[in-house]
């Protein structure tokens, strides 16, 4: 079969276009012909080496699968050949994504909603599942509530826009000016332009001095030493990145605020959580742009460029971008 291989950790030119054997699932495992991947900042960290003690070289990365059943090994009772299954591999823990087909225990795997695209598909099941586990497992964020999001245009933000707002949830979040209307779109109710704003000032004028109940913070910088400016008492702040630098939480002491930090963890369950509220209308991924497999170092490229006007995610197309028979 074709794969992307990471052959150095270093920039978008790392990868190298392989032919390597195809993979046979084991005892509870299925084999994916993958029709779409996507791009995540995780990946391009992998790429740069942020996380070399854990990924062997050379080494098949990617972290999203929307495909199609193959085969099935023994003891898999939930699939069968032909099912239509979107899933994130585990991460540091196996092959990931940027191939033809991936093998992947029954236990992580979702049976892809009806209602998306493969590149849909690809593009939400690992910003879905960790947005799905900050605002629901680790926040859990309530109807009524008030939730910050920074940066909700990006990848993880718009799908935390649409799952707090199906809580019933009152949605913040900070966008740049360029990308007010597509929060809009994603259903926030009050958009912060923090080219423009502070958005400590907004929210305590707009819930007069009382702040959110939760913070979701998906950008990092400074965010976690000025979000409790903008918290409640007893509030929650949520991370999913690399807080980089020295925090000061001594506004966070002063509100008892309690701190996660999310590593998204792979199973079956939040996917099914996450197709519910695709089926009811309530969630669907945006797909900014879309490149081919062989493409994988220009899409890397534009996710990490700043201020790249991008919305949502970039889904990569692996059916039918690679030609010629796997093998």
């Known amino acids: 079969m074709k794969a992307m291989m990471l052959i150095a950790f270093g920039g978008p030119d790392s990868f190298e276009l392989r032919d390597v054997t195809k993979p046979a699932p084991g005892s509870g495992e299925v084999l994916v012909r993958i029709h779409a991947t996507s791009i995540n900042p995780l990946d391009y960290q992998v790429r740069r080496g942020d996380y070399a ?5 050379p080494a098949i990365s990617g972290h999203d699968v929307s495909g199609v059943v193959e085969e099935v090994g023994p003891g898999v009772t939930a699939f069968a050949s032909g099912d ?12 990931g994504s940027y191939a033809e087909y991936h093998v992947a225990s029954q236990s992580i795997v979702g049976k892809k909603p009806a209602t998306l695209s493969h590149l849909e598909a690809a593009s939400l099941s690992l910003v879905g599942g960790t947005a799905w586990e900050a ?17 909700g245009a990006g990848g993880v933000g718009h799908v935390a826009i649409q799952l707090a707002k199906a809580i019933g ?15 809009q779109s994603m259903g926030a109710d009050v958009i912060i332009d923090y080219e423009k704003e502070d958005y400590v000032d907004v929210i305590n004028r707009e819930t007069d001095g009382r702040g959110v109940d939760v913070v979701f ?6 965010t976690l030493t000025r979000s409790p400016d903008a918290l409640t008492q007893l509030g929650r702040v949520v991370s999913i990145v690399d807080i980089g630098q020295p925090q000061n939480l001594i506004q966070a002491w002063g509100k008892n605020a309690s701190y996660h930090f999310v590593f998204s963890r792979q199973n079956r369950g939040k996917q099914d959580e996450l197709s519910t509220l695709i089926e009811r209308g309530q969630l ?6 879309v490149y081919s497999l062989a493409d994988l170092a220009l899409a890397h490229t534009l996710l990490e460029t ?9 889904a990569i197309e692996v059916v039918p971008s690679i030609q010629g028979e796997a093998s």
């Open 284 to 289: 669907r991924p945006h797909v900014g742009a």
């Open 306 to 314: 700043p201020n790249n006007g991008l919305q949502g995610k970039i």
């Open 135 to 151: 605002l629901t497992v680790r926040a859990a964020l309530k109807v009524g509530e008030s939730i910050l999001i920074h940066g």
């Open 84 to 95: 239509e299954v979107w899933y994130t591999p585990q991460i540091f823990d196996g092959t």
């Open 53 to 57: 003690d854990l990924v062997s070289l």
């Open 217 to 222: 913070d998906t950008i990092g910088g400074n």
């Open 169 to 183: 949830a009152r949605v913040f979040t900070t966008v740049r000016e360029a990308n007010v209307e597509f929060a």
